[in-house]
């Protein structure tokens, strides 16, 4: 089991930056992929960005390509998403999640409860 605890988001201005955190309990963190996602209102919920257990591999959205960073610290337990030259499309509520297998695509096991990003322009 793991329980995810996002922080970081807010309310900037288009072409601001953000840096979101995900901390996890468990003392297996460093065997999980990682990934963020996001909802805006009224959509889906997306994929934007992934990360494996070893930092070896990441894949983002093509819409954050370039723009976005994720990274982890697996001795901090936790995951990062730096966000760049923030666009008003990026607004959405950022969610973490951990999945068991090795792949960074797939069904995602355990989720944060998210935080609220808010681009303005």
């Known amino acids: 089991q793991v329980q995810l605890v996002e922080s970081g988001g807010g309310a900037v201005q288009a072409g601001g930056s953000l840096r979101l955190s995900c901390a996890a309990s468990g003392r297996t963190f460093s065997s999980y992929t990682m990934g963020w996602f996001r909802q805006a209102p009224g959509k889906e919920r997306e994929f934007v960005a992934a990360?494996?257990?070893?930092?070896?591999?990441?894949g983002y959205a093509d819409s954050v390509k370039g723009r976005f960073t994720i990274s982890r610290d697996n001795a901090k337990n936790s995951v990062y998403l730096q966000m760049n030259t923030l666009k008003p499309e990026d607004t959405a509520v950022y969610y973490c999640a951990a999945r068991h297998g090795a792949t960074l695509g797939g069904r995602y096991d355990y989720w944060g409860q998210g935080t609220q990003v808010t681009v303005s322009s």
């Open positions: 990360i494996s257990w070893s930092r070896e591999y990441t």
